[in-house]
Nanobody
Framework: QVQLVESGGGLVQAGGSLRLSCVAS????????MGWFRQAPGKGRDFVAA???????????DYVDSVKGRFTISRDGAKNTIDLQMNSLKPEDTAVYYC????????????????WGQGTQVTVSS
């Protein structure tokens, strides 16, 4: 199993930026696609962004008030990390953000990822 540790969360004012990082260690098989999810209080765990390790191809959530255009996912092969740069943050971005790995399936939904980090809290004040 892959071990994942997130960092970089915190409190920021609306319009501000944060950069989240996720370090992966342990078994690296099926680390080929990694992603970020978020979970607001009382809600489900929603897909935010994913990246294919080998090609660097990126995918972003396409729901209303999407993060596309504001968030950028990237990877660093030498450090075994994926980052999530979050700009123009809004209060509705407030959530616990989770790093995920061991993707298997066709859709970027929580049930198709087998390994999870402990999460990092992001709070955006208005």
């Amino acid at each position: 199993q892959v071990q994942l540790v997130e960092s970089g969360g915190g409190l920021v004012q609306a319009g501000g930026s944060l950069r989240l990082s996720c370090v992966a260690s342990g078994r690296t098989i099926r680390r080929y696609t990694m992603g970020w999810f978020r979970q607001a209080p009382g809600k489900g765990r929603d897909f935010v962004a994913a990246i294919r390790w080998s090609s660097g191809s990126t995918y972003y959530a396409d729901y209303v008030d999407s993060v596309k255009g504001r968030f950028t996912i990237s990877r660093d092969g030498a450090k075994n990390t994926i980052d999530l740069q979050m700009n123009s943050l809004k209060p509705e971005d407030t959530a616990v953000y989770y790093c995920a790995a061991d993707f298997s399936g066709l859709e970027y939904v929580a049930g198709n990822f087998g390994s999870w980090g402990q999460g990092t809290q992001v709070t955006v004040s208005s």
